[in-house]
């Protein structure tokens, strides 16, 4: 059996994001895990197997070198669980496996979690460091997380002709956003002036074009279609659910076709997803979308990949407020990764849950008006590798 | 006909001014610059850098050895010149050595070079002379020195300046030195060994040369040598009892600054700027003891390759912006440790393309890839790769300017640049005006230290704005 149509979402947790410095990485899992089996309507026994996504144990925490973190953690043990890495596409790559063990029969109940422990270090010992001091020894030094994606704001801005306004309004947006959501990291608004004025990090990009460092854990516990029913009536279908690679880590900004205006790996998975989803227009089709905004620069360029825009227009959707809790396909209306926060292997998880809450009108103040068919995007490493869900009601 | 066959230089781009050095000691600073390596240099990149320019229009496979004049040699122990070699994309079947101990190790170097030429051991063998002079934080010699690099190329073909003669005095005394572990040098009473060893070692080895030659002081056109400051070389100049005519103007020590080693290949180079057809040149070169040489320019020195490079490479100048940022750039005050991941085993593994720059080039479809890769990704071809050497010129095709990773200089600015003959290469720039960086901005590859992980020095490529 494939995923589409028959994989059940039972239900969807996740703890405070944020610098948990009260919490380690098993007590947000736990917290995690429980909202989830609440959620969910199961008992921990129910869970027959699971999947545990961290990007990078020992990097900045210690734990999660493996799946018997889980296991232990949760005393599920003897249950198999495996880890899954693949940069930031990491907690949704971990819901895909877990889907596809139900998918196959092997298990009726499984749950995918998603851990990271970032911030037992300083920031600046979190992700700059792993690129300062680890990975090639000499391609790609000077490289961080936000010049990856500052590379692609300066070809983008000058192709378009834009001004670094456009980034600032995607900010604004996704800090009004978050500052609805009691689980953000970041939960205030901020002002376009604000915005332009802040420190730069890796130019065009200012601090409030980049996701914070951040811990968090989030988890989502799956069944098949035909189970479902008998144990949440609230279930939710995946639709289509899509991952995809291209160019390496080391060597995607040598590759001359690269027009740092749009990632190929967002764009093969969401045509996957889609043609599992019957989707055609994800412009019109897509109700409520949770796309990877680690850097502002970023979510205009998904709504391109995503199809959401024309190449080269996916700015207008911020600077004409489609994309706002208001308009035709609000996204990130938890405040995405720029404002719940970006604790690696959790973030996809957070995502579909997110998008999950909307679907099944829980969101409060930040309710969309028309939820019905949502999708989850995460994209890793320079861009190289891409997952994208589309989940809907039954 | 054995002779000097071309040259090039490599002068920072960096100048420290005596207003930034007055202003941070409190003292007048007068009027003189020096040039100041950038935090990314050192002997071995500034020396890559003046034999590229040198070697421009020359075919690498004529070189048959490379030869490194330095006091300051970022390695004490391995071979310096095999990587300036390495990066010079040069032969494996070659002869290379360092040459230190004084500031007369590039004589010794150009002297084992005609030696190796006329004794047919190479056609061509280029010199380095090269150095990153310290001084004191505080004392004179801070605006006196200056960091720079001075390549020759001898051989017997296409000769600009001939040999014609060569005398070679040794004598030891206790002038100027720096001992293992010592970071500047130290110098004797300054009279003393100006007047006491310096003039007199000059004025014994000019006649001893002359003598030899059978040439009167008059029949010379320029008469070349370092002295540690302007005003000593005019003095000194006087002494030697040549005509005023052949007196070389100071503007290397006003502008650049005494650059130890590397200074009488500057001077050398900046006489032969102005050399004519048939003009003879003295070239003194002190340092426990001093080697003499009689050149004379051929009627090809007027159409020699880098003819004007010298006075290009003093005006392309960024003066650095503060005393605490030249501190930075010599690493005199504590900084923000990282040790990046490294090992020689993949150094060494992968040298062909980090230090030579060979990517390589799908047989079956010509797509062509740097890094290198074993299966195309274009036709799926399995090895099957030819070696391809990536263009070393570019044009920013998009860039950021990083204010997170650890620098002396910050910000990082990080670009990916279109290769001339196909390929991108993506790095750090260097000697960049972060202000001034942007997309079309044409680009030249140079050699620069990259880190120090692991307690060994990382080299690699950055892009440096043309």
Known sequence: MPIAGEVAILGTGYCKFGENFNSDYKDMLVDAAYLAYADAKIDPGQIQAAWLGTYLPYAWGFEGVAGSTLADTLALSPI????????????????RNAAF???????????????????????????????????????????????????????????????????????????????????????????????????????????????????????????RKELAQKLNKDYLLIKGFGAATNGGYFTIQFEPDFDFLGFRATQ????????????????????????????????????????????????????EGVTSLEGRLPVNTGGGLKCSGHPIGASGIRMLSEVCDQIRG?????????????????????????????VGRP | ????????????????????????????????????????????????????????????????????????????????????????????????????????????????????????????????????????????????????????????????????????????????????????PHEEDARFVRENAMLPLLKEAADKLLKKAGLSKDKINKVVFAAPDAKTAQTFHKSLGFSEASALGGELYQKIGNSGAAMPVLLLIQALETAQPGDRI??????????????????????????????????????????????????????????????????????????RLHGVRCQNCGERYFPPRRICKKCRTKDKMDDWKIGHRGKIYTLTKDHLPPTPDPPVVMASADLEGGGRFYGQMADCDAAKAEIGMEVELTFRRLHEGSGFINYFWKMRPI
């Open chain 1, 101 to 223: 063990a139900v998918a196959c029969g092997e298990y009726d109940v499984v749950m995918a979690c998603g851990v990271e422990k970032m911030r037992e270090v300083p920031g600046r010992g979190s992700l700059v460091a792993q690129h300062v001091e680890k990975g090639h020894p000499v391609y790609c030094k000077g490289r961080t997380a936000p010049g990856i994606f500052a590379l692609l704001a300066s070809r983008y801005l000058h192709v378009n002709k834009l001004s670094d306004e456009i980034l600032g309004k995607v900010a604004v947006k996704n800090h009004h956003n978050g500052s609805m959501n009691p689980k953000a990291h970041f939960q205030r608004e901020i002002t376009l002036e604000q915005a332009r004025k802040a420190p730069p990090v890796a130019e065009p990009l200012r601090l409030f074009d980049c996701c914070p460092t951040t811990d968090g854990a989030a988890v989502v516990i799956l069944t």
């Open chain 1, 80 to 95: 198999p669980v495996v880890r899954v890495s693949n940069y930031c596409a990491t907690g949704l790559e971990a819901v």
């Open chain 2, 282 to 355: 003295i070239w003194l070169v002190y340092g426990g003891g001093c080697d003499a040489f009689l050149l004379e320019a051929t009627d090809k020195i007027a159409s020699a390759p880098n003819r004007g490079s010298l006075g290009k490479a003093i005006e392309f100048r960024r003066v650095i912006s503060s005393y605490g940022k030249y501190l930075q750039f010599r690493g005199s005050l504590p900084s923000e440790k990282v040790n990046p991941y490294t090992s020689p085993i993949i150094l060494n593994r992968e040298e062909a393309a980090i230090i």
């Open chain 2, 1 to 184: 006909m054995v002779g000097i066959t071309g040259y090039g230089v490599h002068v920072p781009r960096y100048r420290l001014t005596g207003q930034v050095v007055g202003a941070a000691w409190g003292g007048p600073g007068g009027k003189t610059e020096r040039a100041v390596a950038n935090h990314d240099e050192d002997a071995v990149t500034m020396a890559w850098a003046a034999l590229d320019s040198c070697l421009a229009g020359k075919s690498q496979n004529e070189v048959g050895g490379i030869y490194l004049a330095s006091t300051s040699l970022p390695y004490l122990e391995m071979g310096n010149s095999a990587l300036v070699a390495s990066a010079l994309d040069l032969a494996c079947e070659i002869h290379s050595a360092d040459f230190s101990g004084s500031v007369r190790a590039a004589a010794s170097a150009f002297l084992s070079a005609i030696n190796g030429v006329k004794a047919g051991a190479a056609r061509s063998v280029l010199i380095a002379a090269s150095d990153l002079r310290q001084a004191e934080p505080g004392s004179p010699a801070e605006l006196e020195v200056g960091d720079a690099a001075g390549g020759l190329m001898v051989g017997s073909d296409n000769v600009i300046a001939e040999i014609k003669e060569v005398i070679s005095l040794t004598r030891e005394i206790v002038d100027i030195w720096r001992r293992e572990g010592e970071t500047y």
């Open chain 1, 268 to 319: 093969e998975a969401a045509k996957s997803a889609y043609r599992q989803a019957g989707i055609s227009d994800p412009a019109k089709e897509i109700h409520v979308a949770d796309c990877h905004d680690c850097f502002t620069i970023t979510e205009i360029i998904n709504y391109e990949d995503l199809g959401f825009a024309p190449r080269g227009q996916g700015w207008r959707l911020i600077e």
């Open chain 1, 362 to 390: 829980r969101c409060g103040k930040r309710q969309v008006k028309r939820a019905d068919i949502g999708l989850a995007h995460t994209l890793g490493g320079p861009g190289t590798v891409a997952c994208v869900a589309v």
